[in-house]
């Protein structure tokens, strides 16, 4: 390891829908958090790894910072306020704006009793004129003093450069946490929940999706039985001519006569004995078949028909956007099975909340 390494913690806040998941994905270069044009898709904290030869950087991409409806509203944005101890960085995204709401200057607030260094990221440059740039730029300024400002387009990748070396500027020299292939600390399992809720926000109705979670019930490979192509049969064989026939009973009639010109082995007439032929032997393909079980969990039985659709078809392209994510994420074949079933008010039970996943007590 270099001297000169350079470590540390990263975390990305906002409110919902800036981009956060989107940058984060670009950042380490490979598709970890779902991403969705609808808000509150993150709901835990999700943490990725970035490494390269002088530095390495963990992100943690957190829900977006919102007013709470419910135990589950409360639950994402504590865990969102939670990681500004705990980083060396902070990333707050933002829209490009003059105007700097109710819920922006919540958030300042918060910043403000951070003792870390704060990067403001103006994001989605690319849906405003460059003209307009200084003048956000100047009117976030106006609220705080930030280490830096980097303006960003998240969804094409634009600027991400810039960012990622002002993040390195302010990190801490020191030792990696993680070795070079860690990329996320969320086991598949969890990864591929989120694929099919993110396919589900995605493809259902607005008021559907901040209702529902997923559940993986079993996750397990299962050997793929490729048969061995049975070998060619012979082509047909014509008997031989008769004048053939004549040369070769002359030949045995003359073995027969001097059984010294036999070979030593020979013992009698030949039997073909087929009795060791079996059916040809079974390959298996080293990566296999994944079977995965998973459930749909919506609050309302209205809710569970839309979820399925009509003659199950919603359901059906679901499952079918989520299998192809998920198979690029194990690397091998997948037959995903996906069932819906109805906790009536879950985000308000904090039982159910913990069963899924959203454990208040495992916030500090």
């Not at 070979?263 to 994944?290: N, T």
């Amino acid at each position: 390891m270099k001297d000169n390494f350079k470590t540390g913690f990263i975390t990305l806040i906002g409110r919902p829908n800036v981009g956060k998941s989107t940058l984060m994905n670009h950042m380490i270069g490979q598709k970890i958090a779902i991403t969705s044009n609808k808000p509150q898709t993150t709901r835990n904290k999700i943490m990725t790894v970035y490494t390269d030869d002088d530095c390495q950087m963990i992100f943690l991409d957190t829900p977006g910072i919102h007013d709470s409806k419910n135990k589950l509203g409360e639950y994402m944005t504590k865990v969102a306020k939670s990681t500004l101890e705990e980083v060396d960085v902070v990333l707050w995204l933002v829209e490009p704006s003059t105007f700097i709401g109710a819920g922006e200057k919540s958030i300042i607030e918060e910043l403000k009793k951070c003792r870390k260094p704060v990067i403001l990221v103006i994001n989605k440059i690319d849906t405003v004129s460059k003209d307009n740039l200084d003048k956000f730029e100047n009117a976030y300024r106006q609220e705080m003093d930030f280490d830096r400002v980097v303006k960003v387009a998240a969804l094409k990748g634009q600027n991400i450069d810039e960012l990622m070396d002002a993040i390195k500027k302010l990190l801490p020299f020191g030792p990696p946490f993680y070795d070079e292939e860690t990329l996320t600390d969320q086991p598949e399992r969890q990864i591929a929940a989120e694929i099919i809720r993110e396919k589900a926000l995605r493809l259902l109705q607005d008021e559907v999706p901040h209702g529902i979670a997923v559940t993986i019930e079993t996750m397990r490979m299962r050997e793929k039985v490729v048969e061995t192509p049975s070998p060619k049969k012979k082509r047909h064989q014509h008997p031989p001519k008769k004048s053939k026939l004549e040369a070769m009973e002359k030949e045995l009639s003359s073995a027969l006569d001097n059984p010294e010109d036999l070979d030593e082995d020979f013992d009698g007439p030949m039997v073909l004995d087929l009795s060791a032929i079996q059916e040809p032997e079974q390959d298996y393909d080293p990566d296999g078949i994944m079977d995965i079980d998973a459930t749909i969990i919506c609050e309302r039985d209205s809710h569970k028909g839309i979820v399925i659709g009509k003659g199950g078809a919603m359901l059906k392209k679901i499952g079918s956007a989520a299998r192809k994510d998920i198979e690029e994420l194990v690397g091998c074949q997948v037959n995903l099975q996906i069932w819906v079933k109805v906790r009536k008010d879950w985000r308000d039970d904090k039982t159910q909340m913990k069963s899924f996943g959203y454990d208040i007590r495992d916030l500090k």
